[in-house]
Nanobody
Framework: VQLQASGGGLVQAGGSLRLSCAAS????????MGWFRQAPGKERNFVAH????????RYADSVKGRFTISRDSAKNTVYLQMNSLKPEDTAVYYC?????????????????WGQGTQVTVSS
């Protein structure tokens, strides 16, 4: 099983980035896919998740209205569109998969993790 995160980079405040998470190695159609982030010196925190089959989503309050999670079943890929980025969004972003279809915002519920992609927002 592999989750390959990509799309990070350096962007100015107010800008946008789209992260991708390409999933392979098993069927993810019943999973919940999540995005988490970890800033330097801080714990890893929930950003958003999506139920692959229903498309239902949930967001952390800090990103609600600015970030959008989506999935493309044909490409087995989950996206995180990030708009109106702020310096406090700077972090390493990780995608994760939970085999159970029950949504969860705690990282310990997730079974598979990608390697992370760095997002840096300059002021």
């Amino acid at each position: 099983v592999q989750l390959q995160a990509s799309g990070g980079g350096l962007v100015q405040a107010g800008g946008s980035l789209r992260l991708s998470c390409a999933a392979s190695g098993r069927t993810f159609s019943n999973d919940v896919m999540g995005w988490f982030r970890q800033a330097p010196g801080k714990e890893r925190n929930f950003v958003a998740h999506i139920n692959w089959s229903s498309g239902g989503t949930r967001y952390a309050d800090s990103v609600k209205g600015r970030f959008t999670i989506s999935r493309d079943s044909a490409k087995n890929t989950v996206y995180l569109q990030m708009n109106s980025l702020k310096p406090e969004d700077t972090a390493v972003y990780y995608c994760a998969a939970r085999k159970s279809g029950v949504p969860a915002s705690r990282e310990y519920w997730y079974d598979y993790w990608g390697q992370g992609t760095q997002v840096t927002v300059s002021s």
